[in-house]
């Protein structure tokens, strides 16, 4: 059993370096410590294209046989994580700090002010986005999606009478 979180990090580091990045035996020891992996299609609530957000289950009790015999130490290697597989889009990405700058300075300046240097309309669309955002009592700006989108031009599949939208049987949608 690991003594501290260094050698646990150092078992972790030494049994990546032993392996190939094609070998099989890098996929079992994956499937180990990551038991858990599913994508799902989130949105901004003000629109804009599906993007991939993925939950994940890591046990980095993984690598020790023995962690099942002492107890408590799974509950202690155990995290579920929310990971974006996207870069977000421009108007999420400068929103918490823009809300910030709104109370002293105008659009324009927080335009300015900003490392990006966003236009007046992306500020616009990032304060916009915040107040939609905190009139629906939300904490995230993205949404979960569950069907097909109506208003998405690019998935238009789903108007074909021949098309049916289901979710496989026993899946269960994800907590964001």
Do not use: W
């Amino acid at each position: 059993m690991p003594e501290s979180i260094g050698e646990l990090r150092q078992r972790l580091e030494d049994s990546f370096q032993k392996l190939a990045l094609d070998s099989p035996e890098l996929g079992d020891l994956m499937r180990l410590l990551v038991p858990e992996f599913q994508v799902y299609l989130v949105r901004l609530l003000d629109g804009g294209h599906p993007l991939p957000r993925a939950k994940v289950k890591l046990t980095l009790d993984g690598i020790y046989p023995d962690a099942a015999l002492v107890p408590g130490l799974s509950d202690i290697l155990t995290r579920e994580l929310t990971l974006d597989l996207f870069k977000p889009p421009q108007r999420e990405h400068i929103r918490v700090e823009a809300v910030r700058l709104e109370a002293e300075h105008g659009q324009r300046d927080i335009a300015a002010m900003l490392i990006e240097k966003p236009t007046q309309t992306a500020v616009q669309d990032a304060l916009n986005l915040d107040r939609k955002m905190k009139a629906m009592g939300l904490t995230s700006p993205y949404i979960l999606l569950t069907e097909p989108l109506a208003d998405y031009g690019k998935l238009c599949r789903y108007k074909n009478p021949k098309y049916s939208f289901q979710p496989r049987e026993g899946y269960i949608h994800p907590v964001i």
